[in-house]
Nanobody
């Protein structure tokens, strides 16, 4: 069974930082791409960042977070992180991690999702 559990959300002032964690079940961690997505009230779920391993580790970011967010993984802990710096009020959303065999930035391509964690950035 594929399990993903997010943590680390909270309330932070604009310009601050948060680090989200996504703990994944061991059988998927090494071979699946893990993506972070977010959904703000009244908006569609959108891609944030993704990490995958084919040979070396590769990452890809949405333009809106590039240079501010960093996705990484700890293989020993089966955990993917999303370090979020220079947060803006428009980053406020529920953040989800998701997993699939191959790389995609389309949330509709993902079958496995965590429960989400709320991030609120105050101005």
């Amino acid at each position: 069974q594929v399990q993903l559990v997010e943590s680390g959300g909270g309330l932070v002032q604009a310009g601050g930082s948060l680090k989200l964690s996504c703990a994944a079940s061991g059988r998927i961690f090494g071979s699946y791409a893990i993506g972070w997505f977010r959904q703000a009230p009244g908006k569609e779920r959108e891609f944030v960042a993704i990490i995958w391993r084919i040979g070396g580790t590769s990452t890809y970011y949405a333009d809106s977070v590039k240079g501010r967010f960093t996705i990484s993984r700890d293989n020993a802990k089966n955990t993917v992180y999303l370090q979020m710096n220079s947060l803006k009020p428009e980053d406020t959303a529920v953040y989800y991690c998701a997993a699939r065999i191959s790389v995609s930035s389309n949330p509709n391509d993902y079958a496995y999702w965590g429960q989400g964690t709320q991030v609120t950035v105050s101005s």
